[in-house]
C-alpha cells in the first residue's frame, strides 16, 4: 500500500518545482513540451516526412515472384557489432576513466552475497548498452544517467582493493587507499572547473554565423539539428549509415539543400563524403576550429 502512496509523491516532488517552466513553454509555444528546441525539432522532421510522403506516388502493381536470398548476416546485427564499441566507449567515457581502478576491482571482486541484486544492476547496463548498439554509436550524454545506478562498484572497487592490500601485508592500506583518492580527486578537478557544455558555445558561435550570412530560408543538412536551430533554418538530417559520397550530394540536390554542414562526428557516419571533399560539386564557404582544434565547415551544393 505505502508504494502506491510512494509513487505520487515522487511525481508530485517533480510536477511542483517544474511546473512554472512548463507553464511558460506553454505560454510561449502553446505546446506542451519540456523545451522549445524539442517543438523545433518535431516540427522539422514532421515537415520532412510529411514531404517524402507527398512526394511518394502509387505504382502499379506487379506481380513479384518469389526471390531467394543469399545467406548473410541481417543488418541488424552488422550494427550492432558496429556500434557496439562505441557504447561501451561512451559508458566508460561517462564514468570517468579515473574511477576505472575502483571499477575493475569492484567488478572482479571475491562476492559473498547479494548476488542476485547485483545482477539486476547488470542487467541495466547490459540493456542500455546493447539497445543502443542496435540503432546509433551512442554519445556519452545518453551513459551519463547510468552512471550512479553504477557506481555501486567503484564503491566495492574501494573495499576490495583494501582486502587486496591487507593480503599482501601492505602497511598502512587504509593510508594507500586515501592516497589514490586524493589523487583521482586532483586528476578530476580540471574537468570539474571546464564548463559542461563548452561544445555549445562552439555550436552557437557557427549558429549566428549561419543566421547572418545565409538567406531565412537555407535548408542546412547535418548530422545535429542544433547550429541550424540556433541559425533558425530549417534542419535537413544527413542520410543515416555510412552512405557513399554520391549518396550525400544527390541527397542535398533532390532536397534542394543548398548548404552542407559538417563537423568532427561527420566523418564517423560518412567517411567516403568527408574524404571526397573538396570536389566540383561542393565548394567550402566557412570554416571554424574549436580550442580543441575540431573543425566544423559549411559547404555550398552547386547545381
Known amino acids: 500500500m505505502w508504494k502506491l502512496v510512494l509513487i505520487p509523491g515522487l511525481v508530485f516532488a517533480f510536477l511542483i518545482p517544474s511546473t512554472p517552466y512548463l507553464m511558460h513553454i506553454r505560454k510561449e509555444t502553446g505546446h506542451w513540451f519540456i523545451s522549445k528546441k524539442a517543438i523545433w525539432a518535431q516540427a522539422q522532421f514532421t515537415a520532412i516526412g510529411r514531404a517524402e510522403r507527398e512526394n511518394v506516388r502509387p505504382r502499379p502493381l506487379k506481380k513479384q515472384t518469389p526471390v531467394e536470398k543469399p545467406f548473410g548476416i541481417p543488418p541488424q546485427v552488422k550494427t550492432f557489432i558496429r556500434y557496439l564499441p562505441f557504447t561501451v566507449y561512451h559508458y566508460l567515457r561517462a564514468y570517468h576513466f579515473t574511477l576505472w581502478f575502483f571499477l575493475f576491482f569492484g567488478l572482479f571482486r571475491k562476492r559473498q552475497k547479494g548476488l542476485r541484486d547485483e545482477w539486476f544492476l547488470v542487467s541495466l547496463v547490459l540493456f542500455h548498452v546493447c539497445s543502443l548498439a542496435t540503432f546509433i554509436p551512442s554519445t556519452i ?22 582486502r587486496f592490500l591487507k593480503t599482501r601485508n601492505a602497511f598502512h592500506p587504509d593510508r594507500w587507499i586515501f592516497c589514490v583518492i586524493v589523487i583521482i580527486l586532483l586528476v ?27 538567406p531565412d530560408s537555407a535548408e542546412i543538412m547535418s548530422n545535429s539539428p542544433q547550429q541550424a536551430f540556433d541559425a533558425i533554418r530549417r534542419f535537413v538530417p544527413l542520410p543515416p549509415g555510412r552512405r557513399s559520397y554520391h549518396d550525400v550530394v544527390h541527397l542535398a540536390k533532390e532536397k534542394g539543400v543548398r548548404y552542407i554542414l559538417t563537423d568532427k562526428n561527420t566523418r564517423e557516419t560518412s567517411p567516403e563524403f568527408m574524404d571526397s571533399i573538396p570536389s566540383p560539386d561542393v565548394k567550402e564557404v566557412y570554416r571554424y576550429q574549436n580550442r580543441k582544434g575540431d573543425i566544423t565547415a559549411l559547404y555550398e551544393v552547386h547545381d
Do not use: Y
Open 141 to 162: 550524454r545518453f551513459s551519463v544517467p547510468l552512471v550512479p545506478v553504477s557506481l555501486f562498484w567503484a564503491a566495492a572497487g574501494v573495499l576490495e582493493f583494501e
Open 188 to 214: 578530476q578537478l580540471p574537468q570539474i572547473a571546464r564548463p559542461d557544455r563548452r561544445h555549445r558555445e562552439d555550436q552557437k558561435t557557427v549558429g549566428a554565423w549561419l543566421r547572418q550570412n545565409t
